[in-house]
């Protein structure tokens, strides 16, 4: 029965599976994917996160990926985004995102492919991912409109890297307008951006893979793979961050805060007005997350069938795309806003 909610819970480790366990067992039992005794019931609620990662070591030994970047500079307009580095945004407000394009090149940087838009809020975990055809700006800055509306939050600020897909007129006049902060992070320092660049693994490659994926059908496929992993991971994932990091010569100890998932750390938050909470709190109740991870590994295998061969072989049913046309890939991401 443990491995059964490791499964569920997308093989987590033993300190979030906890978490996981204590807010997903009942509501598994009440959505009928569980009928378990009340002694076990007692035992998993009590199980400790040592004992589980015990019992689950010979299980993890099975499962065990790397990728690579693609940012290309966007000297224009460089001077007018100020930079920021880890420590400069307030960790306690929600609305301050972190943004990062993961491509899905397949090994191949050749041609054009699909981009996932990975943004994560500083202060909550929230997270959020939309396919573009491929990284141009106008698709891009589309995108983020599109995140904007999904928010449970009002946006405040945006955090991106230096590539041209963010630093450029489009989305620099969007702040402005908007009186959204907008930073960039220094050049060649991912941990300026820790917070995204730790949901490109556990969300984009873990759930999307490193497949080569390059038409409108794939990219439709993602969003809708989206769709449903965005309330699994906002709503039953739990995540912890770290609150304090001590350098003793050359020992460092880091201290983190108790698992909690995203949609909780929300509902805490004194910034979020309560008809915001009540709604979550309605949608919340309404999920169950092995039906989730049931539709997201059916919409894996469906993926899988759409991806394409990199360069080099004759990579299948490549599309160029036109700005502003309708094509099938928008029938996910402009989908009513749930949540």
Not at 20 to 37: A, N, Q, V, Y
Not at 167 to 187: D, G, K, M, P, W
């Amino acid at each position: 029965m443990l491995e059964k909610l490791w499964r569920i819970g997308d093989h987590i480790c033993g300190k979030r599976l906890v978490v996981f366990i204590r807010e997903s067992l009942p509501c598994l039992m009440r959505k009928g994917e569980l009928h378990i005794s009340a002694e076990l019931e007692a035992k998993l609620m009590r199980i400790s996160a040592a004992s589980i990662d015990r019992l689950l070591a010979p299980e993890r030994k099975k499962h065990e990926l790397k990728g690579r970047g693609g940012t290309k500079p966007g000297t224009l307009l460089k001077h007018q985004v100020p930079v920021r580095t880890f420590a400069d945004w307030d960790n306690a407000h929600p609305g301050f995102l972190e943004l990062d394009l993961v491509g899905h090149d397949g090994g191949s940087t050749a041609g054009e492919y699909c981009q996932t838009l990975d943004a994560t809020d500083v202060a909550t975990g929230w997270s959020e991912q939309l396919a573009v055809p491929t990284k141009a700006q106008v698709w891009v800055f589309e995108a983020i409109g599109e995140m904007r509306n999904r928010l449970p939050f009002p946006l405040l600020g945006l955090d991106s890297d230096n590539g041209s897909e963010f630093i450029n007129h489009h989305l620099v006049n969007y702040c402005e307008q908007n009186q959204v902060t907008f930073t960039r992070s220094r050049a060649g320092r991912k941990n300026d951006q820790c917070y995204v660049e730790q949901k490109n693994w556990t969300i984009v490659r873990r759930f999307a893979g490193y497949g080569r994926y390059e038409n409108h059908d794939a990219c439709a496929c993602l969003n809708d793979l989206y769709v449903v992993v965005r309330e699994y991971v906002n709503f039953f994932m739990p995540s912890q961050k770290l609150i304090e990091k001590i350098r003793d010569g050359s020992r460092v100890t880091r201290r983190y805060d108790a698992p909690q998932t995203p949609y909780q750390r929300v509902v805490a938050s004194s910034a979020i007005d309560a008809a915001t909470k009540r709604r979550l709190k309605r949608h919340y109740a309404t999920l169950n997350p092995a039906e989730l991870k049931r539709r997201i590994e059916a919409l894996q295998k469906k993926l899988v069938k759409l991806t394409a061969r990199a360069p080099g072989g004759k990579s299948g049913n490549r599309t160029r795309y036109k700005p502003g046309e309708n094509h099938p890939w928008r029938r996910s991401i402009t989908k009513r806003k749930t949540g």
